[in-house]
């Protein structure tokens, strides 16, 4: 997705933990000094969203677009030949649910509070949210259908209370297999 914004002419900056999960991009996309595409960034992190947020604004003045991707599995709270669905470890299934629900709902409010106060200057406004993919392999993938709730809330409350163009959308572009979840 960021390397077809990035194509259109987008400025498009990735938040990340880890630098090695930001693609690179045939369109050009590079990453420079000048133009750094990745902000180092913890979602379950309030202070450190709103810190990746003021570099966006003092850097482009804005931000239009927010798209929640953070998310994954922890190996411990995947169903295999050993470990049976009744034995998955809280603490396993908790990290999970974080990373995937309350990894989405931090940024939304960190973003969508500064979104919305242009929101009337400026139509084009959106926050969007990725819902996990469900599969079929043996993964409990925690938090899909909070995602799901959430973002359809999300998007009846931004527009009742705060300004019906503001768009929250979501979609569900499949599973990928990345090196996360080449166990399964």
């Avoid at 369109?27 to 180092?40: D, L």
């Avoid at 396993?92 to 939304?108: C, H």
Wanted: with cysteine; hydrophobic share 40%; charged share 20%.
């Amino acid at each position: 997705m960021a390397c077809a914004l990035a194509a259109t002419g987008a400025n498009v900056h990735c938040s990340t933990r880890t630098w090695r999960a930001v693609p690179s991009c045939s369109s050009g996309w590079v990453r420079t000094p000048a133009a750094p595409p990745v902000i180092e960034t913890d979602v379950l992190d309030p202070a450190s969203v709103t810190r990746a947020l003021d570099a966006l604004v003092e850097r482009y003045g804005k931000v239009d677009v927010l798209i929640n991707g953070a998310g994954g599995n922890h190996p411990k709270a995947t169903t295999n030949a050993d470990m049976k669905f009744f034995d998955l470890p809280a603490d396993a299934l908790r990290w999970v649910f974080d990373l995937n629900l309350i990894g989405t709902i931090i940024p939304s409010q960190v973003f969508g509070r500064r979104m919305h106060k242009r929101a009337w200057e400026h139509p084009e406004h959106f926050v969007d949210e990725r819902l996990p993919a469900p599969d079929t392999h043996r993964r409990l993938f925690g938090g899909q259908g909070g995602v799901s709730n959430f973002t359809q809330w999300l998007a009846v409350h931004m527009a009742q209370e705060y300004s019906p163009r503001i768009r929250v959308n979501a979609i569900a572009p499949g599973f990928f297999l990345t090196d996360q979840n080449r166990f399964c």
